[in-house]
């Protein structure tokens, strides 16, 4: 008995050895490219998997998103502006084969394509556009990254700037900017008003000259307005017709002096 337990048990601790170092334990968003003696032989997981020791290798890959941050970029707009730009990247594995055969570390290559592509984007842009078009910046560093990224198996799925910082002496600039687009727009809208305010005037005018009573009605209301403010002014009423027949006496006077 003592003799088949030390010839058997080697046997036994080296099986189980086998079968440990044979099996392995991916989670749900796990997979595992399989190499066989160096040959790739497919993709296993997720859950349990036995694998050959020594002649078989895995590489277990996360497919879960993974949040990527760009490190600050200084760009040069398109109007010679210098900006220090930041943003960050939304991107998942696919296709674990591509991702582990086609390059080396597909993490860093994202990374170092992420901060090439973000600077030739940017410096085809204006300042301006940079400001106030940020969601289209987006979309075109998202749609470039994504197509390069696709031979590697990985999927971007957003790309977020972050902050576009300028310089003081810039700031200060599009400040001035901005005040004196303000400053125009109100000097617009009041031309505007004062447009709209004489012509409303020459139409209420041209009522009034239709009717002669109606003119001595609107300054017999004037009257009543200013009487209703107890205050001290004293009014004379002037009437419309003696203005008139003295305007016409005028005339008729400088008709009859002679020529010099």
Same mark, same amino acid.
């Given at each position: 008995?003592?003799m088949?337990?030390? &010839?058997?048990? *080697? %046997?036994?601790? $080296? ?14 968003? =796990?997979?595992?490219?399989? &190499? ?6 497919g ?29 600050? +970029?200084? /760009? ?6 210098? /900006? ?15 991702? #582990? %055969?086609? #390059?080396?570390? &597909? ?22 556009e ?9 979309n075109? /560093? ?6 390069? !990224? ?9 790309? =977020? ?9 810039? #700031?200060? #600039? ?16 009041h ?20 009717? *002669? ?6 300054y017999?209301? !004037?009257?009543?307005? %200013?009487?209703? +403010?107890?205050?001290?002014?004293? /009014?004379?009423? &002037?009437?419309?017709? $003696? ?18």
């Amino acid at each position: 008995m003592l003799m088949n337990l030390a &010839f058997y048990g *080697p %046997i036994l601790v $080296l099986a189980l050895a086998l079968f440990a170092a044979s099996v392995r334990i991916l989670r749900e968003y =796990e997979r595992g490219v399989i &190499f066989t003696l160096g040959r790739f032989t497919g993709v296993k997981g997720p859950g349990l998997i036995l694998m050959i020791p020594v002649v078989q290798q895995m590489v277990r890959v996360d497919q879960r998103v993974a949040v990527f941050d760009v490190p600050t +970029q200084d /760009v040069i707009s398109r109007d010679n502006v210098s /900006v220090k730009v930041n943003a960050v990247i939304y991107f998942r594995v696919i296709d674990p084969e591509r991702s #582990v %055969i086609q #390059v080396e570390n &597909f993490r860093q290559a994202t990374s170092e394509l992420a901060q090439t592509t973000l600077r030739s984007v940017l410096g085809k842009h204006d300042l301006d556009e940079m400001l106030s078009e940020r969601d289209k910046l987006n979309n075109d /560093v998202q749609e470039i990254l994504d197509s390069q !990224t696709d031979a590697w198996g990985i999927k971007v799925a957003n790309v =977020e700037i972050k902050h576009i910082d300028l310089n003081e002496g810039m #700031v200060r #600039v599009i400040a001035r900017q901005a005040e004196a687009e303000r400053e125009r727009r109100a000097k617009v809208i009041h031309a505007e008003g004062e447009e709209q305010a004489a012509q409303m005037l020459l139409n209420a005018a041209r009522t009034l000259a239709q009717q *002669p009573e109606a003119m001595q009605l609107r300054y017999l209301s !004037t009257l009543a307005m %200013i009487g209703a +403010q107890n205050n001290s002014t004293i /009014v004379f009423p &002037f009437p419309t017709e $003696l203005g008139q027949a003295l305007k016409g006496l005028v005339q008729q006077a400088q008709d009859r002096q002679p020529p010099a």
